[in-house]
């Protein structure tokens, strides 16, 4: 499978910002933005999201005329991983959340990843369509037309930017990442196992869980599907571990607040099987058992 990818940002740096990806084969695109950025941001988030859109055992051919993308996700991580993600002048490497992401959904595919650097605005068919996707979301998003849509990760490395002052973010968006930073400091009936010793549900792995949840999930979809915050997410589901587990609260029913990022396939019914999917936790409570 080959994808042509390409990020742009109207005014670089600064302007709103766009990113895309489109594959050869004229059965798949995405296209996503935020009204501000830069062209590196918009151009690793579409990396990212090419990666997660397309199955792991697939040999995938990405083709992009970022040779900053490129060497992000290919070179330059090695030696960042190695120096604690520091850069040769020993500064935090910019980006650094969207890179780290790359780097997990690479090394977790089952088939090879290869990239290919294409020069831009030369004829390439799929280059200049995954621009216009970039460009066109760039500019939908800078007038007000499309709201912002980037992977978390792109979240996190674009309000760490410089660029952060004024930027529009979506307000489940914020949520998430209030619940990622809370996360960290939960003192509830988990923080008593280390992460070493939670199931892997409870922990962000691309590795397979031994024993995967089996329950199907129902997915609700809107008539109006103008913004993808609208989908709903109903059904049973089992968290591990569960609180019997625990050495603190064992006999207690819990109320827990947080997010679940999912990463599915959903077929035509919208029904999808989750499995190991990360809880990030804002707050647990502990209730009476009569709750």
């Known amino acids: 499978m080959t994808v042509s990818t390409d990020g742009s940002a109207l005014g670089n ?36 999201q090419a990666l997660r859109a397309h199955p792991s055992d697939v040999s995938l051919v990405i083709e992009s005329d970022s040779k900053y993308a490129i060497q992000c996700s290919t070179v330059w991580l090695k030696g960042w991983k190695r120096n604690g993600w520091k850069n040769s002048k020993k500064q935090p490497v910019k980006n650094v959340e969207i890179i780290k992401a790359i780097d997990r959904e690479i090394a977790s595919r089952e088939a090879p990843v290869k990239f290919v650097w294409v020069k831009g605005h030369a004829g390439n068919e799929f280059n200049e369509k995954v621009d216009i996707l970039a460009h066109g979301y760039a500019t939908a998003v800078g007038n007000g037309r499309k709201s912002g849509y980037l992977p978390i990760e792109g979240w996190q490395s674009l309000l760490a930017s410089p660029y952060a002052a004024g930027v529009s973010v979506p ?5 998430q990442l209030s619940a990622s930073s809370h996360a960290r400091n939960e003192t509830s009936f988990l923080s008593d196992r280390s992460s070493a010793a939670r199931p892997q549900s409870l922990v962000h792995t691309h590795e397979k869980p ?24 109903s059904g049973a589901i089992r968290i591990t571990p569960p609180p019997s587990s625990s050495s603190t609260h064992p006999d207690h029913v819990m109320h827990v607040t947080g997010t679940v990022s999912i990463d599915v396939a959903v077929d035509s019914e919208g029904n999808a099987i989750l499995r190991n999917a990360p809880l990030q936790i804002d707050r647990v409570e502990r209730l009476s058992n009569n709750n």
């Open 13 to 48: 740096p600064n302007g709103p910002m766009g990113w895309g990806w489109v594959d050869h084969y004229g059965s798949g695109c995405d296209a996503g933005g935020a009204s501000n950025g830069t062209n590196q941001i918009g151009e690793l988030c579409a990396v990212l």
């Open 171 to 175: 307000a489940d968006v914020r949520a």
């Open 210 to 233: 031994k024993e995967p949840a089996q329950d199907v999930l129902d997915f609700a979809l809107p008539e109006e599907q103008t913004s993808r915050s609208q989908l709903a997410v």
